[in-house]
């Protein structure tokens, strides 16, 4: 357990730091902004997840750091699209009003029900609290929304990086599609595909693997900036 969590802190501030280092790039910049901001749900769910791991950690303040987690585990995912979009130069569309309710508008709903205690609810596991399901209506609306955004975001960043002639580009976009399909499948089978074979828990390790995501996001955002560099 105190590997897990170790490995936890590590990766929050690896998270916070490539945050800054993104940001400090270009604050400007669209696939800059999503990318931080994509990050930023990773660290929170780092986070949270990281302070209700102890066993010993008293009830109420777990179930604060389990919401507060969730906040991260439960909007991550449109912030992948968000990052698709720009990336595959289609920011266009983040500015539309109707386009940023249909990314946000389950996830905010999700989260509320997270907050009001009626989404999961936590019990003692083998590593410390873990999270079961309370209904499983939207148990199965949150995978479909989860796998849905994840593949549509997927096929942007696939469709974008056949069409263009840019070497750079196409790099790029073999990076974004290894991570993320390690990713989406890693965490696929262990936030979905494992709880049925357990008990139904989920979301115990799935945060360690988004590092991966993470990392490709960053490496193409440096692509970015030394390309831009070139162009200009």
């Not at 660290?43 to 791991?53: K, Q, V």
């Not at 968000?82 to 266009?92: D, I, V």
């Not at 989406?184 to 494992?194: C, N, P, S, V």
């Amino acid at each position: 357990m105190d590997l897990i969590l170790y490995f936890r802190v590590f990766i929050f501030f690896v998270d916070i730091a490539m945050i800054g280092y993104i940001l400090n790039k270009n604050s400007k910049s669209m696939l800059n902004i999503t990318c931080a901001l994509l990050i930023l749900s990773y660290a929170i769910w780092t986070f949270g997840a990281t302070l209700s791991l102890r066993p010993d950690i008293a009830v109420n303040n777990m179930i604060l750091f389990q919401n507060i987690s969730s906040i991260g585990w439960i909007s991550c995912v449109s912030f992948v699209l968000c990052f698709s979009l720009a990336f595959s130069k289609r920011e266009t569309l983040l500015k539309k009003k109707w386009v940023l309710i249909f990314i946000f508008i389950l996830p905010v709903i999700f989260i509320f029900k997270q907050w009001t205690s009626s989404f999961t609810f936590s019990v003692p596991g083998n590593i410390g609290w873990e999270i079961e399901w309370k209904d499983k209506f939207w148990e199965f609306l949150f995978h479909v929304y989860s796998i849905l955004f994840a593949l549509l975001s997927l096929y942007l960043i696939f469709r974008y990086g056949i069409q263009t002639n840019i070497k750079n580009k196409k790099k790029q976009f073999k990076t974004l599609i290894v991570t993320g399909i390690i990713c989406f499948l890693t965490g696929t089978i262990i936030e979905a595909i494992l709880p049925l074979f357990d008990n139904n828990i989920v979301l115990s390790t799935g945060d360690l693997f988004n590092l991966i995501s993470a990392c490709g996001i960053v490496y193409a955002i440096i692509k970015q900036c030394r390309l831009v560099k070139v162009l200009d």
